[in-house]
């Protein structure tokens, strides 16, 4: 006789014990997938805590934990907090951040081409256009390539379109293209070309340094980005002249980074709610960009004492035609530079003629309403 049980009783005693085991089995997985908890990152900003465009990045960071339900959660550090501002790049594909918020000039120093995704004249582009190249031009593909170039391991979304920059700000009003000889000046990427063109002697610092750089007389003049940022950082305590309009960065944006390896562990779903929260955070910042920064503008001039210039137009004549000739050389010496310039310019040719003939111009329509602009001709 085996040992296997004949009774009646044997049967249901079976069943009892695979239910128990089942049950307790059930019972484990959800306690292992407790344990695993929610997906941890940590980034950095290339901006000090008090800018605006750290609140950007917060702003994106709080969108994915918020549309993940907390199964990510993304904790953004200022510039500095791990790394310096100009270190982000390497920082993220490294693995030392698991991603990042920045500008893809602050790259320039790895491969010129990235700084076409912003400063430079873009064709006559704006920054939303540029987007438009980026996701509908080839520019996705071509940032790609280029990251590979230079052995980047990270993933990158190019957002938030930026109002033409500044010319920046200065002791005296720049009247002619001369006035930039000898003049210590702040700027990046292309621009330091541009600039250098121009005459200045060019030193390339992070936001958050320039004011003081200014406040010791190591600069003499300087530009950044807006009139929010630019009043937040201090510039208005170190000079009293803002001059308004610039080819040199009049179409750039944001880059949010993230670490490849770290993204393609991600769940799909995880990496289509991030996708789709870089557009969200696009138009929401393009927004906030407008109601902060007019009423900083006018709060720069009423409260601050500030007197507003707009930059001659020999003056942006003059840029352009600096930036013939820094496109030929950086073309010559970087055949991929060569390539995005390319196909900036055939996606800019009908794009900017299009918004030309289409859309109204609005100083008709704000001078019959309000009167002249505020801002002065130099």
Request: charged share 25%; aromatic share 10%; no cysteine.
């Amino acid at each position: 006789m085996s040992n296997q049980e004949t009774t009646p009783e044997a049967p249901r005693r079976r069943f009892l014990k695979g239910a128990a085991a089942a049950g307790a089995a059930a019972l484990a997985f959800p306690s292992v997938v407790k344990a695993q908890g929610p997906i941890s990152m940590r980034w950095q900003s290339t901006w000090p805590q008090k800018d605006i465009f750290h609140e950007y990045a917060l702003d994106f960071a709080k969108k994915v934990n918020d549309m993940t339900g907390g199964d990510l959660k993304i904790e953004v550090l200022p510039a500095g907090a791990v790394v310096p501002a100009f270190g982000l790049l390497d920082a993220v594909s490294k693995g030392t951040l698991d991603g990042g918020h920045g500008v893809l000039v602050y790259h320039y120093g790895k491969q010129t081409a990235l700084a076409l995704w912003g400063s430079s004249p873009a064709y006559g582009m704006d920054a939303n256009m540029l987007l438009a190249w980026h996701k509908y031009g080839g520019g996705k593909e071509l940032l790609n390539k280029l990251y590979a170039s230079i052995g980047a391991n990270v993933v990158s979304f190019p957002y938030g379109p930026m109002a033409t920059q500044p010319l920046g700000w200065f002791k005296k009003p720049i009247g002619k293209p001369d006035d930039f000889k000898g003049l210590k000046f702040r700027t990046v990427g292309i621009s330091i070309d541009l600039f250098t063109g121009l005459g200045a002697a060019v030193n390339a610092l992070p936001g958050g340094e320039i004011v003081p750089a200014m406040d010791r007389g190591l600069l003499d003049a300087a530009e950044f980005n807006n009139a929010t940022s630019d009043r937040l950082l201090g510039f208005a305590d170190v000079s009293k002249v803002f001059m308004l309009q610039s080819y040199h960065q009049n179409a750039e944006q944001f880059e949010i980074t993230f670490n490849k390896t770290k993204f393609d562990a991600l769940p799909d779903k995880m990496k289509k709610i991030i996708e789709y929260a870089v557009e969200a955070a696009s138009a929401d910042m393009s927004w906030k960009a407008i109601d902060r920064y007019s009423k900083d503008y006018i709060e720069l001039q009423t409260k601050d004492k500030v007197r507003v210039y707009k930059t001659p137009a020999a003056v942006l004549q003059k840029q352009l035609q600096i930036f013939d000739e820094v496109l030929v050389k950086k073309s010559a010496d970087n055949p991929m530079f060569k390539e995005v310039a390319a196909s900036q310019k055939a996606f800019a040719a009908r794009a900017v003629k299009w918004d030309l003939d289409t859309n109204v111009r609005r100083e008709m329509a704000y001078n019959h309403y309000f009167g002249r602009p505020a801002a002065k001709k130099s």
